[in-house]
Structures are given as C-alpha cells and as structure tokens.
C-alpha cells in the first residue's frame, strides 16, 4: 500500500517519460494532476541529474489547462505576475500567493462544513469579507504605485459585492452543487 504522508515520487527519464516509482508505471502529465486533485503531493526528478522538476511540470499542467479553455487565472493576474518578475516584487509574491491560497483553502473547508446548516453557504464562510478587505488593501498598498496595475479602480458597494461578483459566486455554487451531488 502506497505512503500518502509522502509525496509521491515521480521520475524522469532522458527520454522525458514520467515514471511512478510506487506503481512502477509510466504516467502522463494528466495522470500526475489527477494525483494532485485527490490530495496527494507529488515530486518530479530528473532521473540523471536529481533536480527536482516539480515546480516546471506543475507550470505546464496549469498551462495545458488554461490553453484548453478551462481558465482560473484572470489575464489580469497573469499580467501582474509577469510584472513582479521585473520588479522589486517577486520577494513578496509567492508569500502572498501561498498566503491567499490557505485562506482559500480554510475558506472552502468551513463552508463544506456548514454547507448543510445553512440556507446560503456563501453565509457560512467565516471572515470571508474580512478577508477580501485585507487582500484588496494588501494589493493596493504593494502595487498601487506601480505603472500600468490593473487593480480595483472604484469603489465597491458597502457589502463588497458587484452584480458580476455576485453571478460569479452564484456560478461557482452551481458548479459546487453538481459536485456534490455527483459524490
């Protein structure tokens, strides 16, 4: 039986093939995303030279994805991204990538468990305006004075929502149902 603690081990050949060294198996880049989908941490090495390759192969299936029409990131936050590669931002970025990705994730996992206990799950999400306050102010702060950021320009209603925002999470709560109900 496979040790889910660690990450899985992926190896790769001169042959750039993707081996599962506990399945002992070739895998695609699919078959690695679906891994990291069920929860499992991976890890990519070269099998010559023992760099790890993990960041490089978790950009291309981002890539991949995004090409196929499934989109997550917004063009504006690509183009911020390749803003802070030439300025004194990248220190900060990725702490506050990974800072906004656990407050997501801690988000989701409150709302699943009150998904059930109450009427409007989006009610249910502990501090989640509080949270949209604090990145908004974040980004506003840092990139403010940088030329061309495509960061909110009006102000937002008392609430912080929008028509569009609020299409948006009624979207994604649909999307979130059918899940759900699949399960």
């Known amino acids: 039986m496979a040790d889910t603690d660690k990450p899985l081990l992926i190896k790769r050949y001169a042959s750039r093939r993707l081996y599962n060294t506990e399945t002992s198996d070739y ?6 995303a679906g ?15 023992g760099d790890d390759l993990t960041r ?6 981002v890539a991949e994805h995004e090409s196929k029409g ?8 690509l ?4 803003r802070s590669y030439t300025t004194g931002m990248q220190s900060i970025v990725p702490q506050f990538l990974a800072t906004s990705f656990e407050m997501l994730r801690e988000s989701q996992s409150k709302m ?13 999400v502990p501090g989640f305006e509080a949270m949209r306050k604090q990145q908004e102010a974040f980004l506003k702060s840092m990139m403010g004075g ?14 912080g ?3 569009d925002d609020i299409a948006e999470i009624k979207k994604q709560l649909a999307e979130l149902q059918k899940k759900l109900s699949k399960l």
């Open 27 to 32: 895998v695609t880049l699919e078959d690695i």
């Open 35 to 49: 891994f990291i989908r069920q929860g499992r941490e991976v890890q990519i090495v070269d099998l010559k030279t």
């Open 56 to 61: 490089q192969y978790l950009l291309q299936i």
């Open 70 to 77: 499934e989109s997550v990131l917004p063009v504006d936050v």
């Open 79 to 82: 183009t911020d991204l390749v």
């Open 112 to 124: 699943m468990e009150n998904f059930s206990a109450f009427p409007n799950p989006m009610a249910a």
């Open 146 to 159: 940088m030329p061309g950021w495509s960061g909110p320009t009006q102000p937002k209603p008392e609430d």
């Open 161 to 163: 929502s929008s028509p």
